[in-house]
C-alpha cells in the first residue's frame, strides 16, 4: 500500500469518524469512486491503517437463554453419535431437531418485544455448547498429560515393534537386485486380503529401543510378526556391546513397553526378571505413555527407509547392517531438542556404576526361556537346582519343608536366584551361594566331628515352637519350661477344660418317637443233654443250696427221669422237683426178684 493511498485513507477515516448519525455512507460512497474500490475493500484498508476503538462488552457477555441441562443433552447426543476414529455422525443441527421432535429439549427464548417463545439459532446454541465447555471439539481434545523424567542413561528404555507398511523383503540371490520390495496399493490393500497373506512371512517389522534420558533410538529389522522370540532376541541384541559409534548397551532398570502379547509374553518376562529388569506397560489405550519410542518410528520412516528404494537390499543381514550405520550416524549428529546436545553425546554422562553390563548372548537366551522352577527346602537349608545344591539359609523366614521358586544368576556361575514378592507387591531375588564339597561329599563349610559345632539360627518355625511351648507351660523362659514338662504340670495351667463347651451346651428336649415293633420270631436255641454224672455236678451244689441233701436215691431218679440224658435248660425245673417234699419223701426203689 502507497503512502498517498494510505494518507487519503486516513482522511476518509477521520472524516467517517466525525460525520453525524447518517453521514457516514455519503462519505464512504465518494471514498469508493474516487479509489475504485468497494464498499468491502475500502473497509478492509481502513481498518489496516486505523486504530478502531474496543467494542464494549455487553452486559449479558457470557451468559446463555439455553439451560445447562438441554446443552448436556445435546452434547450427549453429538457424542454418543460420534465414531471412535472422531467424525462426528450428526450435526448440530441435527441433533437440534432430533431432541426437539423427541419433545426432550425446548431450546427456546423470549422474545421480549413481541412477548412470544422463538427458538434458539443453531449458532447459538453452539456458542451456548462452548460456554458451557461442553461442544464435542472441547470434549474429545487431548487430555493433559504429565511430563515423565528420567534419572540418567539406562534406567528407562522405551520398546515397540512397527510393521513396515511401505515394503516387504524378498530375499534375492542377485547382488544388483533389490529384495526389498515396495508395497502397490494397487496390489495389496484391505479388498485383495489374498495378496497380503501371500506375503505374510516376508513383511518386514521393525523394533524401536528408546534410552528416554538421552532419547538413543535402536533399530534392528525382524521378519514374520510380532512375537516373544523377536522381542527378546532384539533386547538382547541392543543390550550387548557392539563397539564403535552404536554405544548403547547395558541392562536398563525399567523397561516401558505396550500391553501387546508379545510384550507381556513369558520370555520377555522371564529375560526381565533373571535381569533385575522392572517391566512398566501402559494400560491400553495409552500410547502417549512411550510417546518417545513412537516419534523414533516417525523418524526412521522419514531418515532411514526413504534411502532404501535405492539401495539394494538382498536380506536381512544387509537391512540391518544399513540400519547399523543410520543409527550410528544419526544418534552422534542429529540434535535433541530437549536437552539441545545429540543423543550420543548425553549417553556418553552415564557413570560406570549406572552401566550394568549384560551377560552374553547365549546365557541371555537361556533366561529368555529358563522360568523360575519350585524347590523344596531340605532339613540342611538346602535347595538342588540343575544338578547342584545351594545355601538357603540367608533367604529370610526360610523353613524346612516349604518351596522355593529358584532361577539361574547371570551374573555369577556359583549362585543362583531365590523369586521372593515383597512387602510393595514386587519380586525380590535373593542370591544363594553353590554348596561346594570336598573329595568325600561333604560340604567345606560342614563342621568337624569333635573340633567345632555349629548350628543353624532359629527358623519362624523353631522359634515359634520354642513361645508355644512357654505358653502351654505358662512360663517365661525355656529352661522353666522344661522344669514344668518334667513335672508333668497340666498344659495351660489346668485353665483349659477340653469339655466345657459339652457340658455348657444346652441340648433341646426331644419327644419320644413311637415304633412298631419288628416282627421276626427269635430263632430257638437248643443244647445237648448232659450225661447223668454232668448234671449231677451241676445239679448237687444247686440242691444243697437249696436246703436240701444230695443223695443216691436223687440220682436214682435223675437218671430214671431222664435215661437218655437232662436237658440243659431244665436244670433249674429239675432242682424245684427234687426239693420239694413230694420228692423228697419218696421212698427209694428197689429190684425185686420173682420167685
Not at 538421552?214 to 541392543?238: D, F, H, K, P, R
Not at 536437552?339 to 557413570?351: A, E, F, N
Amino acid at each position: 500500500m502507497s503512502a498517498v493511498l494510505t494518507e487519503r485513507l486516513v482522511a476518509v477515516a477521520h472524516a467517517a469518524r466525525n460525520a453525524g448519525h447518517g453521514g457516514k455512507g455519503a462519505i464512504y460512497d465518494a471514498a469508493c469512486r474516487e479509489l475504485c474500490l468497494s464498499r468491502a475493500s475500502l473497509l478492509k484498508k481502513i481498518k489496516e491503517v486505523t486504530v478502531t476503538p474496543p467494542r464494549k462488552r455487553r452486559s449479558d457477555a457470557g451468559q446463555s437463554a439455553l439451560a445447562r441441562d438441554e446443552a448436556m443433552l445435546i452434547s450427549a447426543l453429538l457424542m454418543e453419535s460420534t465414531r471412535k476414529n472422531g467424525k462426528r455422525l450428526y450435526s448440530v443441527g441435527d441433533a437440534i431437531e432430533t431432541l426437539r421432535a423427541n419433545g426432550m429439549i425446548r431450546a427456546e427464548f423470549l422474545d421480549k418485544e413481541t412477548g412470544e417463545l422463538r427458538p434458539l439459532s443453531e449458532s447459538t446454541i453452539s456458542r451456548a455448547l462452548r460456554t458451557y465447555g461442553l461442544h464435542p471439539d472441547q470434549l474429545m481434545a487431548p487430555a493433559p498429560v504429565t511430563e515423565l523424567a528420567s534419572l540418567h542413561p539406562n534406567h528407562v528404555w522405551q520398546i515397540d515393534a512397527s510393521l513396515c507398511v511401505l515394503y516387504y523383503l524378498k530375499p534375492s540371490a542377485d547382488s544388483r537386485a533389490n529384495g526389498l520390495r515396495v508395497m502397490d496399493h494397487a496390489e495389496f490393500y484391505k479388498n485383495k486380503p489374498k495378496n497380503l497373506a501371500r506375503i505374510a512371512n516376508d513383511r518386514v517389522w521393525s523394533y524401536e529401543i528408546t534410552d528416554h534420558t538421552s532419547g538413543w533410538i535402536y533399530v534392528e529389522y525382524v521378519m514374520g510378526a510380532e512375537s516373544g522370540e523377536n522381542l527378546c532376541s532384539v533386547l538382547i541384541n541392543a543390550m550387548q556391546e557392539r563397539g564403535g559409534a552404536d554405544l548403547m548397551h547395558g541392562v536398563p532398570l525399567i523397561l516401558n513397553m505396550d500391553p501387546g502379547s508379545a510384550n507381556t509374553a513369558s520370555m520377555t518376562q522371564n529375560l526381565c526378571r533373571a535381569l533385575g529388569i522392572q517391566m512398566i506397560v501402559h494400560k491400553v489405550g495409552n500410547a502417549r505413555s512411550t510417546g518417545q519410542v513412537e516419534n523414533a518410528r516417525n523418524i526412521i520412516e522419514r531418515k532411514l527407509e526413504p534411502g532404501l528404494k535405492f539401495q539394494p537390499v538382498n536380506n536381512l543381514d544387509e537391512l540391518n547392517a544399513l540400519a547399523k550405520k543410520w543409527r550410528s550416524h544419526f544418534n552422534a549428529t542429529a540434535v535433541h531438542g530437549r536437552h539441545g546436545k545429540t543423543r550420543s553425546q548425553v549417553w556418553m554422562s552415564i557413570l560406570a556404576s549406572q552401566l550394568i553390563k549384560a551377560p552374553s548372548v547365549e546365557v541371555c537366551r537361556e533366561l529368555a526361556v529358563a522360568s523360575p522352577e519350585s524347590r523344596k527346602v531340605s532339613p540342611k537349608l538346602r535347595v538342588s537346582f540343575q544338578g547342584r545344591e545351594y545355601d538357603v539359609s540367608t533367604v529370610p523366614d526360610v523353613m524346612v519343608g516349604e518351596k522355593l521358586m529358584i532361577t539361574r544368576n547371570p551374573w555369577r556361575s556359583d549362585a543362583a536366584q531365590v523369586v521372593l514378592v515383597g512387602e510393595d507387591g514386587r519380586e525380590v531375588f535373593h542370591v544363594v551361594s553353590e554348596v561346594v564339597k570336598n573329595e568325600y561329599g561333604f560340604a567345606r563349610t560342614a563342621a568337624t566331628i569333635g573340633e567345632a559345632f555349629k548350628r543353624h539360627a532359629d527358623t519362624p518355625a523353631q522359634k515359634a515352637i520354642k513361645e508355644i511351648e512357654q505358653l502351654v507351660t505358662g512360663t517365661d523362659s525355656l529352661a522353666a519350661a522344661e522344669t514344668a514338662r518334667k513335672a508333668k504340670a497340666l498344659p495351660f495351667g489346668g485353665r483349659l477344660d477340653p469339655y466345657k463347651h459339652i457340658d455348657d451346651a444346652e441340648l433341646p428336649t426331644y419327644l419320644p418317637r413311637r415304633g412298631t415293633a419288628h416282627d421276626l420270631a427269635a430263632p430257638k436255641v437248643e443244647f445237648p443233654p448232659l450225661s447223668h454224672v454232668e448234671a449231677a455236678k451241676q445239679i448237687k451244689p444247686m440242691v444243697e443250696a437249696a436246703g436240701g441233701e444230695w443223695t443216691a436215691d436223687r440220682f436214682q431218679w435223675l437218671a430214671q427221669r431222664f435215661p437218655a440224658g437232662v436237658p440243659q435248660d431244665q436244670l433249674d425245673t429239675i432242682v424245684a422237683e427234687l426239693t420239694s417234699p413230694a420228692v423228697g419223701l419218696m421212698p427209694p426203689l428197689r429190684v425185686v426178684k420173682s420167685a
